[in-house]
């Protein structure tokens, strides 16, 4: 199994980045797609969620509105796109994936696979 995060890197606020998430070595279009991230110092926090056949998206209030999950089961890829970002969006981006229902979707624990983090910096 294997998640490659990529796309992420230094942009000024405002900006945006489109993240990928690119999967195998699993049934991709079975399993809900999570992205999280992890700031220095802070835990690792949820911030968007796809379920397996894309009919349903989940956003922490923080990002709502400005961050769109996405995927495509064909490519075994999820994407984040992420606008109008700000300073505290600044962390490193991990995908995930796992059998995670509504009541876990949102939560580490729905998650079983984990990808190796791509770092976000956004400038003031």
């Known amino acids: 199994v294997q998640l490659q995060a990529s796309g992420g890197g230094l942009v000024q606020a405002g900006g945006s980045l489109r993240l990928s998430c690119a999967a195998s070595?699993?049934?991709?279009?079975?399993?809900?797609m999570g992205w999280f991230r992890q700031a220095p110092g802070k835990e690792r926090e949820f911030v968007a969620a796809?379920?397996?056949?894309?009919?349903?998206?989940y956003y922490a209030d923080s990002v709502k509105g400005r961050f769109a999950v996405s995927r495509v089961n064909a490519k075994n890829t999820a994407y984040l796109q992420m606008n109008s970002l700000k300073p505290e969006d600044t962390a490193v981006y991990y995908c995930?994936?796992?059998?995670?229902?509504?009541?876990?979707?949102?939560?580490?624990?729905?998650?079983?696979?984990w990808g190796q983090g791509t770092q976000v910096t956004v400038s003031s």
């Open positions: 995930a994936a796992g059998r995670a229902i509504t009541s876990t979707i949102a939560s580490l624990r729905g998650y079983t696979y």
């Open positions: 070595g699993f049934t991709f279009s079975g399993y809900s």
């Open positions: 796809i379920k397996p056949n894309g009919g349903s998206t």
